[in-house]
Nanobody
Framework: QVQLQESGPGLVKPSQTLSLTCTVSGGSITTNYYYWSWIRQPPGKGLEWIGYIAYSDSTYYSPSLKSRASISRDTSKNQFTLQLSSVTPEDTAVYYC????????????WGKGTLVTVSS
């Protein structure tokens, strides 16, 4: 059973960089052919896909966030990390990490999510 757990600060100040880590257990993030995604849901709004890092270490981002988002990984810890720069209050959301088995937008395993508030 694959499990994902998000961790990171719950409060970030405007203009700073948001940094979240997803720790994966029950499966390796380098296993073919899985894609490891970050998704967020602002209060009262729908889900927004941010991007993924693939088993191969390649990355792909939503065009709307590409200029500010960066996803990397630490294979020794079986973790992948999201960094989102120059945050504003509009980046306040519950952030989820998830596994996508086909890079098609269908996630088969999700973390529980973590609320990040952007406020001074």
């Amino acid at each position: 059973q694959v499990q994902l757990q998000e961790s990171g600060p719950g409060l970030v100040k405007p203009s700073q960089t948001l940094s979240l880590t997803c720790t994966v257990s029950g499966g390796s993030i380098t296993t073919n052919y899985y894609y490891w995604s970050w998704i967020r849901q602002p209060p009262g709004k729908g889900l927004e896909w941010i991007g993924y890092i693939a088993y191969s270490d390649s990355t792909y981002y939503s065009p709307s966030l590409k200029s500010r988002a960066s996803i990397s990984r630490d294979t020794s810890k079986n973790q992948f990390t999201l960094q989102l720069s120059s945050v504003t209050p509009e980046d306040t959301a519950v952030y989820y990490c998830a596994r996508d088995p086909q890079a098609g937008g269908y996630m088969d395993y999700w973390g529980k999510g973590t609320l990040v508030t952007v406020s001074s």
